[in-house]
């Protein structure tokens, strides 16, 4: 009986248009499970509910016929909206592609490897080999420039280490401890290494009044988290500062290829590291277990003391509002006096 009164009042093909249209939108709107093709076809439910409509209506009525209009006109200004938003994402890429940093065993020897040899990600567990250019021990894959980032550059000025230990620099009598948390991709940090921590060393950690001791707060990234790993395999062989300096003498941006897995192995050779300790550090496995590891020594007083972002410091467990010189300089100053 309905089947007979739909193919008698001609409406069989405008309820089909209509219901394609109404289950094809719910799929561009992620309310149903959807494929690849349906991006391609974006904009055709408005189309097909406009055309269901006319033919339900538009021709019954004026209203009817100017809404299909109105559909209609905002289909086409949608799709080309679409496509200059297409255009403009391809043309934000440059050429972009997703190169091979690391091989899947320990790294890989060259940025531009196949993506087949791509390194993955030693802090997300349930992440296979994906082709990125740091594959990252929590994040989601990255893109790098085609053309091959510049060479490894030394630092302008090298940390004084004759009063390293690990992540700290003092000596164990200072009555002050200032403590750095830092992003190697952070470029604010890359200006406080180059700039404040200098004065920091010279002014008061050579003078014993103060050990300064970095701390991870790698948040930027997959590359921000395989250069942690990367410096802390250089701490374990007594080169952790060195390392440092170079990583930040050697940032170019965020997930760009800076920190490949090449060219921290490359920075590894600049600095003097045994690589066959290094490379066995940065398989995948031995590198999640790590950045693990450094993730509980970090996170839990990171979240204590509200850090949120890079550079940040602590002077005797306080957390300063600034980063700059002059506010560093007066947090220390007046801890020293509370101490006398």
């Not at 406009?50 to 809404?67: E, H, N, P, V, Y």
């Not at 082709?131 to 894959?141: H, K, L, M, V």
């Not at 302008?156 to 009598?173: H, I, V």
């Not at 890359?190 to 707060?217: C, I, M, S």
Request: proline share 6%; with cysteine; charged share 15%.
């Amino acid at each position: 009986m309905g089947s007979t009164y739909y193919r008698r009042h001609g409406l069989v093909g405008p309820v089909i248009l209509v219901g394609l249209g109404a289950i094809l939108l719910l799929e561009n709107m992620g309310l149903l499970s959807g494929n690849l093709w349906t991006v391609l076809l974006r904009m055709w439910p408005l189309i097909l509910i406009a055309i269901g409509i006319d033919l339900l209506i538009g021709r019954r009525s004026t209203w009817g016929a100017l809404l299909s209009l109105i559909l209609i006109v905002a289909l086409f200004v949608g799709g080309f909206l679409t496509c200059l938003g297409l255009a403009l994402s391809l043309l934000a890429l440059n050429g972009t592609i997703r190169p091979a940093p690391g091989g899947g065993a320990a790294a890989v020897a060259s940025t531009g490897a196949a993506a087949s040899s791509a390194a993955a990600s030693p802090g997300s567990a349930g992440s296979g080999p994906v082709a990125r250019s740091a594959a990252s021990p929590g994040s989601a894959p990255t893109v790098a420039p085609l053309v091959t980032p510049p060479p490894i550059v030394a630092p302008t000025a090298l940390t004084p280490t004759d009063l390293a230990s690990g992540y700290t620099l003092g000596g164990p009598d200072a009555k002050v401890t200032v403590e750095a948390w830092e992003d190697y991709q952070c470029p604010y940090c890359h200006q406080f290494t180059e700039a404040v921590e200098p004065q920091v060393v010279k002014d008061y950690v050579e003078t014993g009044k103060v050990r300064l001791t970095f701390r991870n707060f790698a948040f930027l990234g997959d590359e921000s988290a395989w250069a942690a790993v990367a410096a802390d395999l250089a701490k374990a062989q007594g080169k952790f500062w060195p390392y440092h300096d170079y990583l930040y003498a050697n940032q170019l941006g965020e997930n760009v290829g800076s920190f490949s897995v090449a060219r921290l192995q490359m920075i590894a050779d600049a600095v003097g590291l045994d690589r066959t300790a290094f490379d066995a550090g940065m398989q995948l496995d031995a590198a999640r277990a790590r950045y693990a590891q450094l993730k509980q020594l970090s996170d839990p007083e990171a979240t204590k003391l509200g850090i949120t972002a890079t550079p940040t410091i602590v002077v005797d467990g306080k957390k300063l509002p600034g980063n700059d010189w002059a506010s560093i300089r007066a947090a220390i100053d007046a801890a020293l006096v509370a101490k006398k």
